[in-house]
């Protein structure tokens, strides 16, 4: 409901969304098929989903404000250190170069996240 969070959760889609997009097109180009079974990934993807019907389950509000707030500092930190592990044993060119923007992009969103989190607005 705080208006802060609602522009950082667009922020988010659009981002994200952009994100996806770019790493499906690196992908395909350099016929790279993702694993996705690794731990990493199903742990991440069933976090994602636990968190999300978490969130869908609270009313509307300041808790569910700081709830997901909270969720997407927890989130962007895990994706932040695997990335920047992945980066350190990436040897393609525009695969590396592809993880250094993605954790640009990423750390951006882990400093706003704790921002809100800091904020009186949400906090």
Same mark, same amino acid.
């Given at each position: 409901?705080?208006? !802060? ?12 969304? %952009?994100?996806?997009? /770019?790493?499906? !097109?690196?992908?395909?180009k350099l016929a790279i ?7 990493d990934v199903t742990d991440? @993807? +069933? =976090?994602?989903?636990? /968190?999300? +019907?978490?969130? =869908?389950?609270?009313?509307?509000? +300041?808790?569910? /404000?700081?709830?997901y707030i909270g969720k ?8 932040? /250190? %695997? ?8 040897? =393609?060119?525009?695969? %590396?170069? !592809? ?11 882990? @400093? +706003? ?6 904020? %009186?607005?949400?906090?």
């Amino acid at each position: 409901t705080n208006p !802060a969070v609602k522009i950082f959760a667009r922020l988010m889609v659009t981002d994200h969304k %952009k994100m996806l997009a /770019d790493g499906k !097109a690196l992908a395909t180009k350099l016929a790279i098929t993702p694993d996705s079974s690794k731990s990493d990934v199903t742990d991440l @993807t +069933k =976090n994602v989903s636990d /968190d999300v +019907k978490d969130l =869908n389950d609270k009313k509307a509000g +300041k808790e569910g /404000d700081e709830d997901y707030i909270g969720k997407q500092v927890d989130a962007h930190q895990m994706v932040l /250190d %695997k990335l920047q592990d992945a980066s350190k044993s990436a040897q =393609n060119a525009q695969l %590396k170069d !592809a993880l250094m923007q993605s954790i640009g992009k990423v750390q951006e969103h882990l @400093t +706003k996240a704790k921002e809100l989190k800091d904020s %009186k607005a949400v906090s």
